[in-house]
């Protein structure tokens, strides 16, 4: 039992194993936020809410000079009837005014967790979760507001989500429906935002939460490269390990706002949700309108936090047939081919790539229509077969042969002015009348918010998912969108297509993941431009990057992982010179890297000397013996690729009896000073054995052998290893990586 109502004194407390968050309708009826944080009592934390007179903040009771909404701490805030801090709802009411005063009217709690229709969302069973629904109503307009909570108890998860029901008169328009608002009354915070850019996302930012309003967000059409709907908002002292540290992840693939503001009393407010700027949208009487939900975690230390959304997203948002399945070690051609290539060439990669235990070969971008390079064809999802030399089902059966799957590359959203598509359905590319549409890549966007659109991509999908033996598809989308505008719907709702278009995105995704079950959906946006919970309820893994660099991908799979799990990064070991950086890595660094996520080779095969040929076949052994470990451990970011020499990052088995220690240099200093890091997660009271593995390149330097340094087969206690530490082996060339695992004796 996770929620608990107080009739006497209107509190609603949500205990999860660890924390407690509590609401109270005070006798007003405002839906005040009075705690969340470590796990406490049930008893009313209202008494520390100060209420006094204070200029300037107005009065919605009269004589009552001390209650305003400006100043309490509140559940669900509104525009225009007296708190001026940002707000979560406004509304456009029937006469004009845009103003919403909300008061509790009945709440109900059930056993599950609630769900979304047509978005994704959090899954528990009654076993594991519970709702609370609370009911708030502006008197004035008759607008319902019901506020979601799910509880989800053992994985110290709440979620949020708001549904909003005009129960008035005449139309209104929703200009801002942001699906949570949380206050804090004291406390100094920082907040960790993850901003980026094509082949470089996620990048951690750590700012301190200053007076005024600051915001990440995105108005691209996606969740985008340049900024993630994950942020972390913590103590200004809050480290890896210790610290109060609280997480927002928006399960929405959309347009996001996040905003922070302390106000004038020192109080924090955060709000999240879609993105108001290209967000409005009429509800008739009756009409409803359900927001995205927000999953939240609190926990001591970044660390506990991002291991709370690794089991959450694993556990909870990932479903279906590949949720706990083995993924497939996979090979894409991109990188070894790009769009130059014939369906003989492509088994010649398949077939050497299944002798070093490749399992899956992906056919990417150029398969289809006219598309030679990327101005022409996308839309046109019909096999090129003059280009493969045969159909995509010969195709598909001879890698199969191989005793691979065979995958696929899609690009769905996407539509080429040169295309069949385009000059049949001019009307189906996003573009303002009157104005020429801007391209990006030299392609349009095809306009996903109309259902016709949508049946069409289904069912042109579905017939060439019907077609071959595919058991994987990637779904990439490979531009940000503007001039937005449907076709499809009246002026005075276009607001909605933005919105509409994710919709149709979720719809499509559901349609065909039901259809095809057994296939393996990886999303994909010009690498993580659409990296978010939301994503990973439809495809449980994401390439997470165009960019291969090894070095480059620690830190954006270091900023990765404080939202999502390795289970969901996809990662592949590519060629050097790297296409993007021209940076010359060992192999077995760019196989440590790779393995950190969902592996795979991204390379021409035929390519490989005999001995990369060898070394890739003991990395793909190793990764498949060390695959529970890697995929389900606790994971524990112990060195950052932002500061020092040296990256290091473990996981560890869930119970603890096994851990593997990744370390690789960055940047290598000649006479440098030894690194220790203290390990996570094991057993105080066992002995380890400590191995070396992975590939070793040649060494370079004539320096300490990493194995002398290190002790082959030494064994240390947990205890040591946890609060003494590790020192990890000095590096023996530029970019080494280290792989050492850890064994309970
Ligand atoms: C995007 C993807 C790449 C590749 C190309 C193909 O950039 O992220 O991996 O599929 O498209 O055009």
């Not at 520390?48 to 009552?64: K, L, T, V």
């Amino acid at each position: 039992m996770g929620i608990f109502y107080c009739e006497k004194d209107g509190t609603f407390t949500l205990q999860t194993k660890n924390t407690t968050y509590q609401m109270k309708a005070d006798r007003q009826g405002t839906l005040l936020h009075t705690y969340y944080g470590q796990k406490t009592d049930r008893t009313d934390k209202s008494y520390w809410i100060c209420c006094r007179d204070r200029g300037f903040s107005g009065n919605p009771y009269g004589m009552d000079r001390a209650y305003s909404l400006d100043t309490l701490p509140q559940e669900y805030s509104c525009f225009g009837t007296g708190d001026y801090r940002i707000s979560a709802l406004k509304v456009k009411n029937t006469d004009g005014s845009a103003a919403s005063a909300l008061r509790y009217v009945s709440h109900e709690i059930t056993e599950g967790k609630y769900s979304l229709p047509g978005l994704p969302a959090a899954y528990g069973t009654k076993e594991e979760a519970q709702t609370l629904i609370v009911t708030l109503q502006d008197c004035a307009t008759n607008l319902k507001v019901e506020l979601y909570y799910g509880v989800l108890e053992e994985v110290d998860l709440f979620t949020r989500a708001v549904r909003i029901t005009n129960d008035g008169e005449g139309n209104i328009v929703l200009q801002k429906a942001a699906s949570m608002s949380i206050d804090w009354q004291s406390g100094a915070y920082d907040r960790l935002t993850f901003c980026g850019r094509h082949t470089m996302e996620r990048n951690p930012e750590r700012a301190r939460i200053t007076h005024g309003v600051q915001s990440v967000g995105s108005v691209r059409g996606t969740s985008s490269h340049q900024s993630n709907p994950f942020m972390m908002i913590c103590d200004e002292s809050t480290t890896e390990e210790q610290g109060d540290c609280y997480g927002f992840s928006f399960v929405y693939s959309g347009e996001f706002l996040m905003e922070t503001e302390k106000d004038q009393t020192e109080q924090t407010r955060l709000v999240c949700g879609i993105h108001p700027d290209n967000f409005e949208w009429t509800l008739e009487p009756g009409e409803s309108f359900v927001t995205p939900e927000v999953l939240m975690a609190y926990g001591k230390g970044f660390g506990a936090v991002s291991r709370i959304f690794h089991e959450a997203i694993r556990e909870h948002i990932c479903r279906g047939e590949w949720k706990h399945k083995r993924r497939p070690v996979l090979i894409n051609n991109w990188e070894g081919t790009y769009f130059d290539f014939t369906g003989d060439r492509l088994v010649d990669i398949a077939q050497e790539a299944a002798a070093l235990g490749v399992e899956l070969f992906v056919m990417d971008d150029g398969w289809f229509g006219r598309r030679d390079d990327d101005n022409s064809g996308l839309g046109d999802w019909y096999p090129n077969e003059e280009k493969l030399g045969c159909t995509l089902q010969e195709l598909g059966e001879r890698i199969t042969a191989l005793g691979m799957g065979f995958g696929i590359w899609f690009e769905p959203e996407g539509i080429s002015e040169d295309s069949d598509l385009y000059r049949a359905h001019p009307e189906w590319a996003v573009r303002i009348p009157g104005r020429k549409p801007c391209l990006s890549r030299n392609q349009l966007v095809l306009d996903f918010s109309r259902k016709d659109v949508q049946d069409y991509v289904i069912d042109r999908l579905k017939a060439v998912l019907s077609q071959a033996p595919i058991s994987y598809v990637k779904w990439d989308f490979n531009r940000s969108i503007c001039d937005k505008y449907s076709d499809a719907l009246p002026k005075e709702r276009q607001g909605e297509m933005a919105h509409r278009f994710v919709l149709g995105l979720y719809r499509v995704l559901e349609e065909l993941i039901r259809a095809f079950p057994h296939i393996l959906f990886e999303g994909c946006s010009g690498g993580g431009g659409r990296f978010d919970a939301g994503m990973l309820y439809y495809t449980p893994q994401i390439w997470c990057s165009d960019n291969t660099d090894a070095i480059e991908r620690l830190k954006i799979q270091y900023g990765t992982s404080f939202g999502y799990p390795v289970s969901t990064m996809g990662s592949h070991v590519s060629a050097v010179p790297n296409h993007q950086t021209g940076r010359i890595t060992p192999l077995s660094t760019r196989g440590c890297v790779a393995m950190a996520g969902n592996f795979g080779y991204e390379l021409d095969v035929n390519r490989m000397t005999e001995a990369e040929k060898t070394k890739g076949r003991e990395q793909i052994a190793l990764f498949k013996k060390h695959y529970d470990l890697i995929q389900y451990g606790s994971y524990y970011r112990l060195c950052s690729p932002f500061a020092g020499t040296v990256t290091v990052w473990e996981t560890v088995s869930p119970d603890g009896t096994e851990a593997l220690v990744s370390a690789v240099y960055h940047h290598v200093q000649s006479n440098p000073a030894p690194v220790y890091v203290r390990l996570g997660g094991l057993r105080e009271d066992r002995m380890y054995r400590l191995e070396l593995i992975g590939v070793r390149e040649e060494c370079t330097l004539p320096v300490n052998d990493g194995e002398d340094i290190f002790g082959q087969g030494q064994i240390l206690s947990g205890a040591a290893l946890m609060h003494c530490g590790l020192m990890v082996p000095e590096a023996l060339n530029g970019f080494q990586a280290w792989q050492i695992y850890l064994q309970a004796q």
